[in-house]
């Protein structure tokens, strides 16, 4: 089945990176864009920025410019999203989501990653 | 690019409806017809409600369904039952292609 596993939570310091895996299977990695999304403890979610991993190109959102990268490993179907400069507040679980492929399936997210707690303290 | 706006909290009792709106921008909401709803229960994961404005993905119950009026996007849930009882959540597309959320909505079943 088409699935989204994601690496392990992780504990840093502020002002320390910290780099979230996220590995596909099931289906053809290279045919769908893949989105990283952020819910702090009790907030909503907050969307950080789109793959694409058919030619590695990539969007951020401007809340996030400057400090997030997403990166893409097509041998190994995965991609990797390291937020730098961290601070208390970047204290969340981060997904990261497929978006179907065609025409009139832009923010069809499904399926999602297990998620990732990274706690900044 | 600022987050849509939804309702804080909306309730309803058991066998009614009620709907959940989601105002953007011309730049987002209004300007495309890519907005999806999902809905999240505590500890879970985002679950993909309505997609394109109106449409459901195959097993998702025909109680939800989705409109869009100019800048404003909305969510139906008739015959609320228990298990409804979630945080929904409205995303769009935007014009730098882009996306973006609303500031969800905490959904009471009294």
């Known amino acids: 089945q088409v699935q989204l596993v994601q690496s392990g939570a992780e504990v840093k310091k502020p002002g320390a990176s910290v780099k979230v895996s996220c590995k596909a299977s099931?289906?053809?990695?290279?045919?769908?864009?893949l989105h990283w999304v952020r819910q702090a403890p009790g907030q909503g979610l907050e969307w950080m920025g789109w793959?694409?991993?058919?030619?590695?190109?990539?969007k951020y959102s401007q809340s996030f410019q400057g400090r997030v990268t997403i990166t893409t490993d097509p041998s190994a179907g995965a991609a990797y999203m390291e937020l730098s400069m961290l601070v208390s507040e970047d204290t969340a679980v981060y997904f990261c989501?497929?978006?179907?492929?065609?025409?009139?399936?832009?923010?069809?997210?499904?399926?999602w990653g297990q998620g990732t707690l990274v706690t900044v303290s | 690019q600022s987050a849509l706006t939804q309702p804080a909290s909306v309730s309803g009792s058991p066998g009614q409806s009620i709907t959940i709106s989601c105002t953007g921008t011309?730049?987002?909401?209004?300007?495309?017809?890519?907005v999806s709803w999902f809905q999240q229960h505590p500890g879970k994961v985002p679950k993909l409600l309505i997609y394109?404005?109106?449409n459901r993905p195959s097993g998702v119950s025909h109680r939800f369904s989705g409109s869009k009026a100019g800048n404003t996007a909305s969510l139906t849930i008739s015959g609320l039952q228990a298990e409804d009882e979630a945080d929904y959540y409205c995303?769009?597309?935007?014009?730098?292609?882009?996306?973006?959320f609303g500031t969800g909505t905490k959904l009471s079943v009294l």
């Open positions: 989501a497929r978006e179907r492929a065609g025409s009139g399936l832009k923010n069809y997210f499904d399926p």
């Open positions: 099931g289906y053809t990695f290279t045919d769908n864009t």
């Open positions: 793959l694409n991993t058919y030619n590695g190109n990539t």
């Open positions: 011309s730049g987002d909401v209004g300007g495309y017809d890519y």
């Open positions: 394109a404005v109106s």
């Open positions: 995303i769009s597309y935007t014009d730098t292609s882009a996306r973006v």
